[in-house]
């Protein structure tokens, strides 16, 4: 399989814990993005790599969220100190920019269930 | 902050009847992205617009884009069980890379 692959699909935990995913794009993607989607909504952009550099994060994001790509390839996220109100489904996308554009199709992982109890 | 909307939210159709979608947003946009969404699924790419104007036949789906880049529509022509999901638009403005995504349409389409 060659599509976006994240682990773990499910993961329940208590408040207050830290919780990690990871993220493995499409092998020859550069840049790679995460969006957080709850019930009824669409997906929430939260942040996104161009290889290793972190070039964009939500506003929106708390600094309990932490993201890395160290070498360009795989990424996680890491939620510290989780709230009931960090419940969603994250998202993690991948796509290919050449030449400065970046006009192309996001390809999207399974994503991450995540339940706070 | 930019903004996509995008109506009706819900659609509920017999199948055979024909279906659309309006995005709009309170900014021009660059491109126009249109993903599809079924239940319990992850979003899937449908197809981008970009110039001005543009409108793009995909069998029985139409997209366009509107003249001043505001605003977009999709079409499906007699719409199959197939076609259920959750339809979204994203807008990408000025910064290069996040995509704003509406909350979609969620199509119901019964046999």
């Known amino acids: 399989d060659t599509g976006v692959s994240q682990d773990p699909r499910h993961k329940i935990t208590k408040r207050g814990q830290n919780v990690t995913f990871r993220c493995d794009p499409i092998s020859e993607h550069n840049r790679l993005y995460w969006y957080r989607q709850t019930l009824g909504q669409g997906p929430e952009f939260l942040t996104y790599?161009?290889?290793?550099?972190?070039?964009?994060k939500s506003r929106l994001l708390s600094d309990r969220f932490s993201a890395e790509r160290p070498k360009g390839s795989f990424s996680t996220l890491e939620i510290q100190r989780t709230e009931q109100g960090d419940s969603a489904m994250y998202l993690c996308?991948?796509?290919?920019?050449?030449?400065?554009?970046?006009?192309?199709?996001?390809?999207f992982g399974p994503g991450t269930r995540l339940t706070v109890l | 902050g930019q903004q996509v909307m995008q109506i009706p939210q819900y659609q509920h159709v017999q199948e055979g009847e024909d279906f659309t979608t309006y995005c709009n947003s309170s900014?021009?946009?660059?491109?126009i992205q249109w993903y599809k969404q079924r239940p319990g699924g992850h979003p899937v790419f449908l197809i981008q617009l970009v110039k001005s104007g543009e409108v793009k036949k995909q069998k029985r789906l139409t997209f366009q884009f509107g003249e001043a880049k505001k605003n977009s529509s999709l079409h499906i022509t007699a719409t199959q069980t197939t076609d259920v999901g959750t339809y979204f638009c994203?807008?990408?403005?000025?910064?290069?890379?996040?995509?704003?995504f509406g909350r979609g349409t969620q199509l119901t389409v019964w046999p």
């Open positions: 996308a991948s796509s290919l920019a050449r030449g400065g554009v970046s006009y192309n199709e996001q390809f």
């Open positions: 900014t021009t946009l660059s491109n």
């Open positions: 994203t807008g990408r403005g000025s910064t290069l890379g996040r995509l704003y």
């Open positions: 790599f161009q290889n290793e550099a972190q070039l964009e």
